[in-house]
């Protein structure tokens, strides 16, 4: 359990105390200490305070905004979390829980260093001195950087193995063929949205205009892919975690739970707007049943979730929308792909659910299933009915150089015309429903309606 985290310091860090703090900056020498970063009950000082880290209070002096988002985040009362139960000064414990502990200007203890205490912007930017006393000076700046390396320094080990966990994912590095190309100066603009962290950092997060050519030669393994800081805000509580307990918040960048209403046109299935964070990504790119080039790409769970399809305009539906038996799950994608559970033993370790496979515990846990065993079960049957509809669709679609993708080995483009417009809707809904990736799960009945329209025009057409 964890302690209650009403704190005094959100009160007692008042503008007063900043503006007093901002006038001794500006004569750099002889500041008062720092306004406390403790709980009610510290009576810390900051003599020591007198090497490379400034600690927080002082960045507040330019930076309120990020310092007051970054107060209200646990990271804030990390020392204190540690106080609440006795093991405030246990040295194993202080390294990953303040500022600097153990190195040279570091924290030391509340006594002499309480400008230091709990996880702040030094801990993800480096010792802060140097570009305090020179602030106009850029090559003195903190250096900002969205590796998951970062956090990785203290998100580690048996306890919280959420940086291992998440290296094992295919978030970790950026796919392949995409990373190709923005290593040779192209592409970045269009497929790095999803699968580069660097662009999406820059051009989504900080609104700037990115070349093409930002990555131009960067060695794959030193692209960012879907690091840590592109799903979490990094300095703010954001409220976008519906369940949460004992003070917490996870720091979200979008809602985890969104529930749209199912549509159609090309603009909405493609729109992340409408969708919950893992949406942000896992979204439709628009190719519709008329779309010759390519299947629809690997990334429409989010649409399948919801139950919807891109069409051409002005034509009618494939399949009517449906929505999920799965949508309420009460945190949606998070509940089957990040599964989490604390650490007990070596025999029971934690599991941060970072690694985003499915882990039917998940679906018992949530609630939603009598047990683990009855979903894997029904996870199965389902599964193997899809799959074997999906078979029987191909087989009957023949030979695949007639029918086919160009990017497929089917027909070039130039002879695409000669493809019955049965047979591409045909082609299209197999593929809806195979590159959603979950065989089903995540929308058992509208895959269903795929696959059975798509039954139905092969029978038509005498397959
Ligand atoms: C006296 C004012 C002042 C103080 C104190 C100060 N900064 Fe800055 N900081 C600036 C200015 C000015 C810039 C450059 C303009 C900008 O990017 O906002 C800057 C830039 C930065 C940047 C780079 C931002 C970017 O977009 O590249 C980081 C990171 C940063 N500061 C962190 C800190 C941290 C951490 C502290 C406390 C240890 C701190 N600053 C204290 C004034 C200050
Ligand atoms: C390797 C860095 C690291 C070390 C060393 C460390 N912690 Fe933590 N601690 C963390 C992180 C990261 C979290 C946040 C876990 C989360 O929210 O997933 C945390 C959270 C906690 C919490 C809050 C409850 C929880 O598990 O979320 C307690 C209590 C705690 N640590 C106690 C300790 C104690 C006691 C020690 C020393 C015996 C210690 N920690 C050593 C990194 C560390
Ligand atoms: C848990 C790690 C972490 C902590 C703590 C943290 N930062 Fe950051 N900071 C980041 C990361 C990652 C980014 C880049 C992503 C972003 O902008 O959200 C960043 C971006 C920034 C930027 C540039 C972007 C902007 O929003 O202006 C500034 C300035 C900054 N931080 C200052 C601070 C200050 C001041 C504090 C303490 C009050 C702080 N940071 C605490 C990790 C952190
Ligand atoms: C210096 C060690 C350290 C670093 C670096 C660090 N964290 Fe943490 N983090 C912690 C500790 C310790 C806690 C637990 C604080 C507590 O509960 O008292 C925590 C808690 C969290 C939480 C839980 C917050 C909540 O409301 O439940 C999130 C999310 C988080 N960190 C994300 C990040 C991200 C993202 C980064 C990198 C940008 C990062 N952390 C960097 C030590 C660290
Ligand atoms: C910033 C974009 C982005 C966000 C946000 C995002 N993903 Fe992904 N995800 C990707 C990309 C890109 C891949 C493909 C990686 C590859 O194939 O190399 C991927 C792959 C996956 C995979 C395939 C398994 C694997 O390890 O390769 C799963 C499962 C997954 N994501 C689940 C999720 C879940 C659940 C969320 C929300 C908690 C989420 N994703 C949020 C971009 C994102
Ligand atoms: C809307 C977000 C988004 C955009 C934009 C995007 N992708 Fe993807 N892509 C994904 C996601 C999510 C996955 C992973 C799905 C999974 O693992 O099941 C993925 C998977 C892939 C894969 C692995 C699966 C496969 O098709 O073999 C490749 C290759 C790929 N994308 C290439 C690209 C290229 C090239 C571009 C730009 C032309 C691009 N993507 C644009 C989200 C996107
Ligand atoms: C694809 C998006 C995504 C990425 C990437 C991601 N997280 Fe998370 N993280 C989430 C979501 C969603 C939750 C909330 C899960 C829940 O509701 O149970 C979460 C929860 C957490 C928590 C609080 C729960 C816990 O495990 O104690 C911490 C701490 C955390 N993440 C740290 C990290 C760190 C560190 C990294 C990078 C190594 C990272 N996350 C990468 C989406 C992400
Ligand atoms: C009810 C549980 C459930 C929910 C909710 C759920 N998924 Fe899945 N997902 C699955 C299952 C089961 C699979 C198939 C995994 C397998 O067979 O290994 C899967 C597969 C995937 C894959 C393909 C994995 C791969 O290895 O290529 C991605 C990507 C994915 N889901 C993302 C998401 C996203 C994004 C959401 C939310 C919009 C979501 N899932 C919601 C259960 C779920």
Redesign the pocket.
Known sequence: MRRNRSSIWRTAWTPAAASATAVCLMAIIGCPPAPPTGNENDNGGDSGLTGKFVGAARCAECHSGIHDDWAE???A??L??LEAIGQGSNAVCLP??TVGFGEEGGFVDRATTNALAG?QCE??HGPGRDHVENVNDESLRPPISIAAS??G???TGEHHPNFEQWETSGHASVTDTPAEEFAEGLALNNCGTCHSGDFRYLALIRGETVPDDYLLGVAHEDMNAVT??IC?D?HA?TGNAPL?EDG????LRYPEVANPTPSNTVEDTTNPERFNLCGQCHHDRGRTWQTNSRPPHHSNQANVYVGEMPIPEDTDLLVFSRVSVHASAPEQCATCHMYRQDFESEEAPAISGHDFQVNTAGCANSGCHASQAEAEARLVTLQTEIQGRLDDILTRLGDPTTWEYVANGGPPEEEQAAISNEIKQVRFLYYYALNDGSLGMHNPDYVRDMLEKADEILTDLGL
């Open positions: 985040t646990l990271h009362e990390a204190d979390t990953c829980h996880v801990n993800c970062v956090c320094a203290c998100h840590c800081a979490h990094p509580r949460t917490r918040d996870y720091q």
